[in-house]
């Protein structure tokens, strides 16, 4: 994988959250080790987001339980800006997510969090700014409204209505919820229009392309 010489990224916090609303977390006396949250309980932690390297998607490659989901090929002009994931050493990586940055399908910048999580996770729900954990029921009673590829094979996503800052577009692969949460909202017609196609990088090595750290993956 190549690096830039001097990645441009950002200190970022220290300590996990919860996935469900990035609130603080105590350890628990449990003997499964888990996080507590004091609204949502026992949680899987949100750990402190990884900037964007190449060694910080070879540990999350190493890590993750669930696919590490990365557009390939990138859109003209996009960049991998962070990595985040939602577990720990015990129980590996239960969610995780992949920021990208580029210039907007319509006009101007445009940025985009892929993730993909274990049902009941909720970190894409709340990335979402939904209260989750997970899409919300009937979210796909209708006909879907995008396909875009996933491993070579067309997977529908539904776009969740009543967001009106980013657009977010939720579906299903290999067995785990897949969001993708665009910001600003007009930059969704890029998975509208299947500009997408994803692979999961824990089959290979990418060539990528990093830029600055995201702080969207910042709570």
Known sequence: MTVPEEAPWVAVRAAPTCPRCFGPLHGSSAPSSAFHCDTHGDVLPYQPPRPPTGESLEALRKRSVVPVWLPWPLPPGWTVTGFGEVGDDRTGSRASVVALSGPSPIEGPADLLVIAEEPGVGLGATFAGLDGPDPGEGF?????????????????????????????????????????????????????LAELSLQDARDREFEVPFGGFSPLLED
Not at 140 to 149: F, L, M, T
Not at 162 to 188: K, Q
């Open 140 to 192: 796909d009673s209708g006909p879907p409204n995008a396909k875009i590829e996933v491993l070579g094979h067309p997977t529908a996503m539904w776009c969740l209505a009543g967001i009106d800052d980013r657009a977010v577009y939720a579906g299903e692969a290999l067995g785990n919820w897949l969001w993708t949460i665009a910001w600003p909202a007009e930059a969704g017609c890029m998975i509208a």
